[in-house]
């Protein structure tokens, strides 16, 4: 998808790209939409905003109202659906805070909440209702975090998350990382992202100066769901990412409609191994209020990966997981 005159306009920094599409006319003009469904969509749109990067719209057939890209950025009147198994807090991420911007779910590591911000503003999103202006590591708020992380000798390794931590600064992120550097009982962060995928220009020389600066081993979990997300602009900067010596990693969910189908997931291994990526997790739906029309049943779920081992070489076959609340680990599916 490419908006009128984006080829003359100059280059943007990545910065100003975050700004991006942020209403339900500009979205529908940009897809050439019919306005048919355009009134719910604004109902959707005001329980949880829109935004859309124009990388990502780029990759979008234009009026094509189920590209498996657009449905995962186009706010529709199903989530206006309630349903009593669809909840705000589907994982039990806030029964996880253990200080502020701190979760600890799982023995050996500790999430932590940097930001509420995204690049994009995914439908399905587990975090969609989540309180971030009271969770989040901003400011001197990291101080507490990094007391947490000190006073725990048994954690071994940080995830950075969000929001996406990739919308700090760089400067920002060298703070964080920095008081991480000098913790000896962390041996290796994870960063969990979605903007190599949305927003690749993010992904600048600077960027790649403060991969380089970390001193634990280091992990980057990209999030992609379908291959069409892959251009050739994602390759190159996937590329310049596995240089650094980082390991790729890739966590889809599995989206109805979306890449709820045998051909569709294949063709999103390849590419990702295309990428210097290895699929990771296949991630059953987090059931969150607002993404009921999401869900694919398990009996399904399961005979799409069991399709995968017997076409698929094992490491191209991603983990098919649920978490579930209270439980030490995601469980296999």
Not at 96 to 101: D, F, N, Y
Not at 209 to 221: A, E, G, P
Not at 303 to 328: A, D, F
Request: with cysteine; charged share 25%; proline share 5%.
């Amino acid at each position: 998808m490419t908006l009128p005159n984006s080829e003359q306009e100059p280059a943007k920094s990545w910065q100003s790209q975050l700004r991006a599409i942020q209403d339900i006319p500009s979205l529908y003009s940009a897809g050439r939409l019919d306005l048919d469904n355009q009134e719910a969509a604004q109902q959707a749109h005001e329980l949880f905003s829109t935004r859309v990067p124009q990388d990502f719209l780029n990759r979008i057939k234009l009026g094509d109202k189920n590209d498996p890209l657009l449905l995962q950025v186009l706010p529709q009147a199903q989530e206006l659906i309630k349903h009593a198994d669809f909840t705000p807090d589907p994982v039990g991420d806030q029964a996880s805070i253990k200080a502020e911007g701190v979760l600890h779910k799982y023995h050996g590591r500790v999430l932590l909440i940097t930001t509420g911000a995204c690049a994009i503003h995914c439908r399905y999103c587990f975090r969609r209702h989540f309180p971030y202006n009271e969770s989040h590591i901003g400011g001197k708020r990291l101080d507490a975090a990094i007391d947490y992380i000190r006073d725990d000798p048994s954690i071994s390794e940080v995830i950075l998350s969000g929001g996406d931590p990739l919308t700090l600064s760089n400067e920002n992120l060298h703070r964080i990382t920095d008081r991480l550097n000098v913790i000896k009982h962390i041996k290796r962060l994870r960063i969990h992202t979605r903007i190599p995928v949305v927003l690749p220009d993010r992904v600048n020389s600077a960027f790649i100066d403060w991969i380089s600066s970390i001193r634990q081993q280091v992990s980057i979990v990209i999030h992609a769901n379908h291959a069409n997300e892959l251009d050739k602009k994602v390759q190159s900067t996937l590329e310049s990412l596995h240089q650094t010596g980082a390991v790729l990693l890739n966590q889809s969910v599995l989206l109805k409609d979306v890449n709820d189908s045998t051909d569709t997931l294949i063709a999103l291994s390849h590419r990702l191994f295309e990428c210097r990526v290895l699929p990771y997790y296949l991630h059953q739906l987090d059931r969150t209020e607002g993404t009921v029309h999401f869900n694919v049943n398990d009996d399904t779920a399961i005979e799409l990966i069991s399709h995968l081992r017997n076409t698929l070489p094992g490491y191209l076959v991603p983990k098919l997981v649920r978490e579930n609340t209270g439980q030490q680990s995601k469980t296999p599916l």
